[in-house]
């Protein structure tokens, strides 16, 4: 990036160049003794936000010496320039001499960054806002179509494809691996937040999974479309960059995959890594044995250590020295390493600091692409104040359940596991968490279910039961009805075809009489108390009363998560956020 183009001198502190004009009562850019300011948004005098800007502070570094800040030609003082708005709120007072007085509340920024991949979004207040707003040149725009839904909706739970590209491109980049690379998928997380910003998931995807990659329809430069035609049985990492597949391309391969359309995607190269760990003075990461890498060229001693820029780049890349050298424990490296990027992020000397912020700020957005449902600097200060609300402990990194590819003899890729996959992709589509959010809530339910449902059980033998779509994949019904009638021993069930409405959420209606009943299909199925209605019973084909159970859209297959709910304990390795790992 051209500092000069972005109004500072490379000898001034870029913190230094916000300062706050008591005219306006609003932050703006510095250029420099002669040039005028550029107003921007930014918190009025008297906001918390003002507290922290070292253009407020006269102790801070480049300060100027007055709580109003600097103004063009000099710093304001009393009986010249322009005086303060009348009624505006007097800043606070730094008391002299006391101390361990607490500190105002930091606001929380979340940084993803992850092997040749790294998506930043500062989430810092209005101050944060202000600069964010001022970079937004920076960032590069795709038009995926119809690949992700659009728009951005803050009440809604969301999912953001991350995708790092081995691209070459960049200073010092051009000695790793394949120089001439296009660009492939080489790390991809799915991100899951919740609706109710309790957790998130972070899906990784590894790049050797094999995978059918469906065409794709791209939006050439001229404004025209080109169909990238698709791959029957082809590596995950080609879903982006080979054939002029764009970002579009891999959303629409992981909705291929995983039956998870992914809303919007977020795009960034090997110099993001290098760039972002220097901007928050290096990440702290643990390693069980020393490390000394030939072909990434990492070194480190057994334990904790500190890495930054090229070194925190060799070490996401490094492959083997861990685990059985193989991408899928590189995987499990570079969770960890975000993990410790977003402890690092979280914390104070981080978030009060604006010299590393603007750092952080230059860094993620001269390295981020993303869709243009997201482009706009309003529309990413959403999206990072909505990330806040997640609490690191609630932060779940888990990985595509996976086994060998079985047409192979020399093993070298992967298949998606069918036996374990799928409940994990539905617990993520019906908005399940993986942490302690989701065993709380289960345990609730479960306490729901008794209470209503206490009593006797009908043996399953005397279950009457209509199972009716409402919304779930095409066969469910019959899909279900297989699962009760031979696996559970549920004779008297029967398929009633599709329900006259669409439900969100499964749900069994029964009537009073058919409480013991209901007991009985509520343990068959781990059925939530939610998910329990008394009402009326319907009569089945045999003139008999029976219950019904209607599949709703979080159905996504017998045995998957019922009303918002697993069956049990997801068979899935996971780690979370606020955990402190060493890789192995």
Not at 21 to 47: D, F, M
Not at 165 to 172: A, F, L, V
Not at 400 to 427: H, I, S
Not at 552 to 571: K, M, V
Request: charged letters at 25%.
């Amino acid at each position: 990036m051209d500092a000069q183009s972005r109004g500072r001198a490379d000898d001034v502190d870029p913190a230094d160049q916000w300062v706050l004009n008591p005219a306006t009562g609003e932050y703006e850019l510095r250029l420099g003794p002669s040039a005028p300011q550029s107003p921007v948004p930014g918190p009025r005098r008297g906001s918390p936000h003002t507290a922290h800007h070292p253009a407020y502070h006269p102790t801070a570094p480049g300060g100027t010496g007055h709580p109003h800040g600097a103004v063009p030609g000099g710093p304001w003082t009393p009986g010249h320039g322009v005086p303060p708005r009348r009624g505006a709120p007097e800043p606070p007072v730094r008391r002299p001499g006391r101390s361990g007085q607490r500190k105002p509340r930091a606001r929380k920024a979340l940084l993803w960054a992850g092997g040749t991949m790294a998506f930043v979004v500062l989430a810092t207040g209005t101050a944060g806002y202000a600069y964010l707003k001022h970079l937004e040149g920076n960032v590069d725009t795709t038009d995926v179509g119809d690949a992700g839904s659009g728009e951005f909706s803050k009440d809604e739970a969301f999912d953001i494809l991350v995708l790092g590209t081995d691209k070459r491109t960049g200073s010092g980049n051009d000695g790793y691996g394949d120089a001439g690379s296009v660009g492939h998928a080489d790390t991809t997380i799915l991100l899951h937040v919740s609706e109710d910003r309790t957790n998130a998931t972070a899906l990784s995807i590894p790049r050797d999974l094999i995978v059918d990659i469906p065409d794709c329809p791209t939006k050439l430069e001229d404004g025209t479309e080109k169909v990238v035609p698709g791959l029957r049985g082809a590596r995950f990492n080609r879903s982006l960059g080979e054939g002029g597949r764009d970002p579009g391309c891999a959303m629409r391969t992981v909705e291929e995959v995983t039956g998870i359309k992914p809303d919007h995607f977020m795009m960034a190269d090997f110099n993001a890594v290098k760039t972002l760990t220097s901007a928050v003075d290096g990440v702290d990461v643990c390693v069980e044995h020393a490390v000394n890498d030939k072909q990434s060229k990492l070194e480190l001693p057994a334990g904790k250590s500190k890495v930054e820029g090229e070194q925190a780049l060799a070490f996401v890349r490094t492959r083997h020295s861990f685990g059985n050298e193989g991408d899928l424990d590189r995987i499990k490296v570079q969770q960890h390493f975000l993990a410790s990027l977003m402890r690092k992020m979280s914390s104070g000397d981080t978030l009060t600091s604006p010299a590393k912020l603007v750092k952080l700020a230059e860094a993620a957005t001269d390295a981020l692409t993303v869709d243009t449902g997201i482009g706009s600097v309003g529309t990413l200060k959403d999206v990072a104040l909505e990330l806040k609300k997640v609490p690191p402990k609630n932060i779940a990194f888990t990985t595509v359940p996976v086994k060998d590819n079985p047409a192979e003899t020399v093993k070298a890729t992967v298949v998606v596991d069918e036996a374990r996959a799928p409940r994990l992709f539905g617990a993520i589509a019906g908005d399940v968490s993986l942490t302690e959010v989701e065993e709380k809530r289960e345990r609730r339910e479960k306490a729901a279910v008794a209470a209503r449902l206490e009593g006797t059980k009908a043996p399953a033998s005397e279950v009457r039961v209509q199972v009716l779509n409402g919304g779930a994949p095409a066969g469910s019904a019959q899909q279900m009805l297989g699962r009760l009638q031979v696996e559970e021993g549920v004779s008297k069930s029967e398929n009633a075809g599709n329900a006259d409405r669409t439900l969100e959420k499964t749900t069994l209606e029964y009537a009073p009489d058919q409480a013991a009943q209901a007991r009985r299909l509520a343990t068959i199925l781990g059925l939530p108390g939610s998910a329990l209605k008394p009402g009326e019973s319907v009569t089945n084909s045999q003139g008999m009363p029976a219950m019904t159970l209607t599949l709703g859209e979080d159905f996504t297959g017998a045995g998957s998560p019922l009303g918002g709910s697993a069956t049990g304990p997801l068979d899935v390795e996971k780690s979370t956020a606020d955990k402190v790992e060493c890789a192995s």
